[in-house]
């Protein structure tokens, strides 16, 4: 049987990847330029026996997914820049708690209100350092409206897998463009669910480690009754003050991601086999970099493309090692050096980083790169 | 025989926080009460609540317990009703709490008439962070803001919550403590969002700076000031000057939020 194709915008391909997942609750506020996310959910969910609800500000939606995350359900909230501002305070709830949920962020202008319909990258350090105290990140930056839609099912996977928040981010130009999508067939993508409880009811503890970095989280009305709070807490969910007690949950939050990067960061290289140049770059910006990759190989040059889809945790191992191989590297961003930043903090100065950075609501075309790319050869 | 609250207390979770001669615990007790006259299920009983003093009861208490962020208790509990609508749920937490930085929550809840009891704890001050005054400190009282004398003028929780949309507002005291659990009786077994407040006191924080003596006294001024729903219709505005009303003051049958998305689940099935 052929497969099911269609010409979709990338917010409407997050909220399909979001249903094909298993979401079953949306709560949002509405915000440009990621509110299709909100209307296409408010349409299909009520289809499955799902819910949606439009809360009275993006701090309530926030609140409202991890509230019906607790009784079991997989859910998904969406916003951008000023919003992801609001919803920092309970992304750290939701980390502390550690309760699943994913939060679809389209990247526009900012800080502030900003360029509302511009396209923009300038949310990533948010996405690891938005909220307050020590946590795990978890952020996937994709770059079509087909990978947008699979990496919402990831963001899900990973969210239910880890007991964490993840952030999708995908700047505004591919939550907006419209792409051909070939939807996978069910069964095709895998689709993580919750481990339950292996313990009775009155051997259960919330975060009980003898399961593990990550202990299974049982559901608000069923057998088992628990206590959640933003408190820092024992293995019971009772808040604790006790040193020890702390120290180790907060090591344990921040590894359960730090320790399985290799299972949760994505990337994609592109003719960096024989690459001089090595360029990396995510989400639209990639796009750009791959057509200048191609106009500088038909040229002689030998450029490459490292593309990052797993933003957090950073692929530091990878571009690390790529480093050592290249003479220089260039980090075109819709932002003024935030990934730059990152990459050549863990390079140990291996080569040269030349940065493109763009933050007028324009996008980073080829040309740009290819200039770059000819400069420093 | 005796009232067994333990049945409902988390075993080693006591003693609570709260000083002596808060009335915190009064309410607490009221609650599981309440909770034991309708014979509601444990297991199918989350209690939320935000933060503060007020806000640290859900931990004592045997149910599916969440104890939120500041001023988001209606939120989260939103998503929980939502989620799974057969849930009882029930939010406590303090005045500032929920009518200042969860001011928006709370007036949204009353608006959706979401099926859900939200008892609020009024002892008119920040007792955790130690007396700052709240939207619910009198006009000219002492906190620790405001050592001149307060200057903001004060919410009335009961009428902010009935102009909002709740459609089952009772009032009730510390002092009062048999009346407690029978307003929540009636609140929980009303469909829609019902707002239990009760007046509170707060000894440490509260009572001190404003010339209280003692506890006995903040419960007596309770007592006085307290004036049943029906000896009220009977007063005129002048005998009631001062005086605050007690008991169910609103009590209306309006489409319950749950309800309606069922209706909304049906007509996208068609």
Not at chain 1, 138 to 153: D, M
Not at chain 1, 356 to 368: A, T
């Amino acid at each position: 049987m052929a497969k099911k194709v269609a010409f979709l915008q990338g917010n409407e391909a997050a909220a399909q990847g979001a249903l094909y997942a298993g979401c079953t609750f949306f709560g949002g506020y509405p915000i440009t330029p990621s509110t299709e996310v909100a209307e296409v959910l408010s349409n299909e969910l009520p289809k499955i026996g799902g819910k949606f609800i439009q809360m009275e500000d993006e701090i309530g939606a926030m609140a409202s997914v991890i509230g019906a995350s607790l009784t079991g359900a997989k859910v998904l909230t969406a916003t951008s820049g000023p919003g992801l501002s609001l919803k920092q305070e309970l992304i750290g709830y939701a980390c502390i708690a550690e309760t699943p949920c994913v939060i679809v962020n389209v990247m526009r202008g900012g800080p502030s209100t900003g360029m509302p319909t511009g396209p923009s990258q300038s949310d990533v350090m948010s996405a690891k350092w938005g909220t307050h105290g020590d946590h795990p990140a978890i952020c996937l930056v994709p770059a079509s409206v087909q990978e947008l839609f699979e990496e919402t099912v990831r963001a899900f996977n990973l969210a239910e897998k880890y007991r964490t928040p993840v952030m999708v981010m995908p700047d505004e130009i591919v939550a907006h463009m419209r792409e051909r999508i070939v939807f996978p067939e069910p069964g095709e993508l895998e689709v993580i669910n919750r481990t339950a409880p292996s313990v009775p009811p009155e051997q259960y503890k919330p975060y009980d480690t003898s399961f593990g970095d990550v202990p299974p989280l049982a559901a608000f009305g069923t057998n088992y009754r628990f206590h959640v709070t933003g408190l820092n807490k024992g293995q019971d969910g009772f808040p604790t003050t006790k040193a020890a007690w702390v120290q180790a949950e907060e090591e344990r939050q921040v590894r359960k991601v730090e320790a399985n990067v290799d299972d949760i960061v994505q990337f994609e290289e592109y003719l960096l086999d024989d690459a001089e140049v090595a360029i990396v770059a995510f989400g639209s910006t990639s796009r750009s970099a791959r057509f200048a990759v191609n106009e500088a190989r038909k040229e002689g040059i030998k450029a490459g493309l490292f593309r990052i889809k797993t933003f957090w945790p950073f692929p530091e191992k990878q571009i690390n090692a790529l480093a050592g191989k290249v003479k220089a590297i260039i980090t075109p961003e819709m932002n003024l050096g935030m990934c730059t930043g990152v990459v050549k903090g863990c390079i140990d100065g291996k080569a040269p980083v030349h940065g493109i950075f763009r933050v007028d609501g324009e996008p980073i075309n080829p040309g740009q790169i290819l200039e770059k790319i000819k400069e420093v050869k | 025989m005796a009232f067994d609250y333990d049945k409902y207390i988390r075993p080693g979770k006591l003693p609570h926080i709260w000083c002596p001669g808060c009335g915190h615990g009064i309410v607490m007790k009221g609650l599981i009460r309440a909770i034991d006259t309708l014979g509601l299920d444990k297991n199918n009983t989350a209690i939320v609540s935000g933060i503060g003093c007020a806000s640290r009861l859900p931990g004592y208490l045997d149910c599916c317990t969440l104890h939120t962020a500041h001023g988001r208790a209606a939120a989260f509990a939103t998503g929980v009703k939502m989620a799974k609508p057969e849930m009882n749920v029930i939010l406590c937490g303090g005045d500032g709490d929920g009518t200042a930085i969860g001011g928006n929550h709370f007036i949204h809840a009353c608006r959706r008439n979401i099926d859900m009891t939200y008892i609020i704890m009024n002892n008119n001050i920040y007792g955790m962070t130690g007396g700052q005054f709240s939207p619910c400190t009198p006009t000219g009282a002492k906190a620790s803001t405001t050592p001149y004398g307060n200057p903001d003028p004060s919410f009335d929780v009961a009428q902010l919550a009935i102009g909002a949309g709740a459609t089952f507002v009772a009032r009730g005291t510390a002092y009062h403590a048999t009346q407690i659990d029978k307003l929540i009786v009636e609140a929980i077994q009303h469909k829609g969002f019902s707002v239990v407040e009760i007046l509170d006191d707060c000894p440490t924080t509260y009572g001190r700076r404003n010339k209280f003596k003692s506890v006995i006294e903040m419960m007596n001024r309770l007592k006085d000031v307290a004036v049943p729903v029906k000896a009220a219709e009977k007063m005129t505005a002048e005998q009631l000057q001062g005086k605050i009303i007690t008991g169910v003051l609103h009590k209306v049958e309006k489409p319950e939020y749950t309800t309606e998305y069922a209706k909304v689940i049906e007509r996208a099935q068609k």
